[in-house]
């Protein structure tokens, strides 16, 4: 059974930092693409960040240089650290795995956690 567990959210204020942390348990996390999105009220989810099998990193423009994803294999987790923070990073964030074993694509969400940001 697979199972992504985000923690770490809360309610911070403007220009304020947040840890997010999701694990992972029932993939092969070391070969997982993993992500983080997002989803405001009554908006899209959109891309946070991911970060591949090998460490290659993207980011959503609206984040980028504030916000870094980083993986630990050892301990099936990926972690997001959110700098800078702006009450429009207010949203769910949700933890994403993808990969592919063998011919079998696969593709997991977490239940989220909401971050908010106060002005």
């Known amino acids: 059974q697979v199972q992504l567990v985000e923690s770490g959210g809360g309610l911070v204020q403007a220009g304020g930092s947040l840890r997010l942390s999701c694990a992972a348990s029932?993939?092969?996390?070391?070969?997982?693409?993993m992500g983080w999105y997002r989803q405001a009220p009554g908006k899209q989810r959109e891309l946070v960040a991911t970060i591949t099998s090998g460490g290659n990193t993207n980011y959503g423009d609206s984040v980028k240089g504030r916000f870094t994803i980083s993986r630990n294999n050892a301990k099936n987790t990926v972690y997001l650290q959110m700098n800078s923070l702006k009450p429009e990073d207010t949203a769910v964030y949700y933890c994403?795995?993808?990969?592919?074993?063998?011919?079998?694509?696969?593709?997991?969400w977490g239940q989220g956690t909401q971050v908010t940001v106060s002005s």
């Open positions: 994403h795995a993808e990969g592919r074993v063998f011919t079998r694509e696969y593709d997991y």
């Open positions: 029932g993939i092969i996390f070391r070969l997982s693409t």
